[in-house]
């Protein structure tokens, strides 16, 4: 059924810059935090050594508070903005001061258990690897939720991975467009302009960024100046599947004191994305932080929450049905905006489109909840979306047209994923 699984592992190939994968040439030329990750569970299929290589690269980034960031730029390349010296962070190895969703330890979890299963597993490499990741969940606790509440914040748009989703755009109405750094993007020379954030959205980005910076990048101070402060269910959902995971390597690994810490941390979180159910929208919702205000605003993020959650039968039930509702009429699902929200856009990025990554969280979730057969039709649509327009970065759900940049990593990592 997948035919173009040697295309897929081609554009790995071709996106390798030696131990680590662009998510695409020039639009992206660095290594992003949860492109590698999903990247890493592609290569697992196929290529056990280069998988670990994979998470061992981004993890080469590690600050010393624990924080994974979300770019590591381990050549220099001037086809991105905003490139390291905007980014001020001093890092041995220059990265970017923010990070991005947690996929880490589900990636290794992945490899662990496909090299058990086929004799290839290294000891020494899942160890290092598992270590990596319990300083990075440890710091998303401390730094992201001081105040143990269990969910964690973002405290910029690019932390979510869904940059210009629509669930930002109140919190995100009141930051400042104005920077100290001068915004030259380079993506709109690589990509339609109508497919990318709007200059406004740059401008409140590198505003953030620069307030980040004058901040030193410490966690702390950037807690109090932040003028963005999501508590996001989907990073939340994610942190705790991976915690899950981190929690079964914990165990394998003779880790047990490790392994009731995890528990501990998951249980809260699982509690607190349980409290963000909204029976009368059928979905999950984030909290702004500053407003103290739900996040209303329709996206994906509102069901990733089934990929970390056993939810009952009528939750289960009823967030389906509502996937369902979205899916009327889309030619490739899964969008990643309620298609009658005045903020829809098909072409616009995180604003409709319909993403490979996203399906494949959403299939495990739906999967987990008791809902099989809507898992098989979303990963039918996604390979079909694929097969008919190629690695595409996204897919117009009510074109099925391929957008964004082409021969994308985490397409094709999506792509042999789901074949299994
Ligand atoms: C900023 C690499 C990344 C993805 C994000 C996606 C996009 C960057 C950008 O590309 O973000 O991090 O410059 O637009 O939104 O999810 O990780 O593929």
């Known amino acids: 059924m997948t035919k173009y699984i040697d295309e897929a592992k081609a554009i790995l190939a071709a996106n390798d810059r030696g131990g680590y994968t662009v998510p695409t040439d020039r639009l992206y030329p660095f290594q992003w935090n949860w492109d590698s990750a999903f990247v890493a569970m592609g ?17 080469e980034g590690q600050w010393t508070d624990g924080m994974i960031p979300h770019i590591v730029f ?51 490499r899942t160890l290092t690897l598992y270590e990596a990741a319990l300083k990075w969940h440890r710091w998303w606790y401390s730094a992201r939720d001081p105040e143990g509440t269990g969910l964690v914040a973002l405290l910029h748009p690019w932390e979510s991975g869904s940059d210009n989703s629509p669930a930002w755009d109140v919190a995100l109405a009141r930051v400042a467009t104005t920077t100290e750094t001068p915004v030259v993007r380079k993506d709109i020379g690589h990509v339609n302009p109508q497919m990318r954030p709007r200059d406004e959205d740059y401008g409140r980005f590198i505003h953030l960024l620069d307030t980040y910076a004058a ?16 508590a ?22 003779g880790r047990a004191g490790e392994a009731d810490e995890i528990a501990v941390l998951n249980e809260r979180t699982r509690q607190a994305l349980k409290a963000q159910w909204r029976s009368h929208l059928s979905r999950f919702v984030s909290r702004d932080l500053l407003a103290g205000e739900d996040v209303v605003a329709a996206t994906q993020a509102g069901f990733i929450p089934l990929l970390a959650l056993d939810l009952d039968e009528a939750t289960a039930d009823a967030a389906a049905a509502e996937m369902r509702r979205w899916c009327k009429g889309m030619k490739v699902v899964f969008p990643t905006t309620e298609p009658l929200s005045a903020s829809f856009e098909a072409k616009r990025y995180w604003r409709g489109p319909a993403w490979a990554i996203i399906n494949w969280l959403l299939i495990e979730g739906l999967h987990r909840n008791g809902h099989a057969g809507f898992a098989a039709e979303l990963r039918q649509s996604t390979i079909s979306a694929i097969e008919t327009e190629g690695f595409a970065e996204y897919f117009d759900p009510k074109t099925g047209e391929g957008c964004g940049g082409l021969g994308f990593s985490w397409t094709a990592a999506a792509y042999i994923a789901l074949e299994k």
């Open 43 to 59: 290569f697992a299929a196929y290529d056990i050594d280069r998988a670990y290589r994979e998470l061992e690269r981004l993890a």
């Open 74 to 124: 381990h050549q220099p390349s001037d086809s991105y903005f905003p490139g390291p010296d905007v980014w001020r962070t001093n890092h041995v190895i220059p990265t970017s001061g923010i990070t991005q969703p947690p996929v880490f330890a589900m990636a290794l979890r992945k490899i662990y258990e496909t090299a058990v299963a086929t004799g290839s597993v290294e000891n020494k």
């Open 215 to 230: 901040c030193g990048w410490d966690p702390v101070e950037q807690w109090q100046q932040a003028e963005f402060k999501i």
């Open 232 to 253: 996001d269910i989907q990073t939340s959902a994610i942190l705790l599947k991976a915690g899950e995971d981190l929690h079964y390597l914990a165990a394998v690994l």
